[in-house]
């Protein structure tokens, strides 16, 4: 699993490649988004376009992301998710606790949207 930072303004865009099933990489995620709330960046889009495969250790990554994220004040969105992976927060539930949106340019606009409107 590859995580690669882009910087939209102040929202963070991390784009994910490779499997999500736990092992020692799968701190990389969690560490980067911990990383970014150190340095005050708090509304974060996980890009998982390249994300084939994730079981409930990759679950447990993103569920752990939002939740720092949460902690600090802050957002996660999930953007580009596959028909795979959505059908595994589907069954557990947890698409009702992540936003998800098609690509990464419409979660960084969500963002920009809520900023405005505060």
Partial sequence: MKVKEKMEGDIAVLSVTGNMMGGPESTV???????????????V???IKGVKWMNSS????????????QAAGGKLKLASVADKV????????????????ENADRAV????????HG
Avoid: R
Avoid at 29 to 43: A, M, P, W, Y
Avoid at 58 to 69: E, F, H, P, T, V
């Fill in 45 to 47: 889009v996980i890009d």
């Fill in 29 to 43: 995620l969690h560490d980067k988004v911990k990383s970014l709330i150190s340095e005050g960046l708090h509304n």
């Fill in 58 to 69: 990759g679950l447990g990554i993103l569920m752990a992301c939002m939740s720092s994220l």
């Fill in 86 to 101: 959505k059908s595994i927060l589907m069954v557990t539930k947890l698409i009702e606790l992540f936003e998800t949106y």
């Fill in 109 to 116: 606009a969500k963002f920009i949207e809520e900023e405005k």
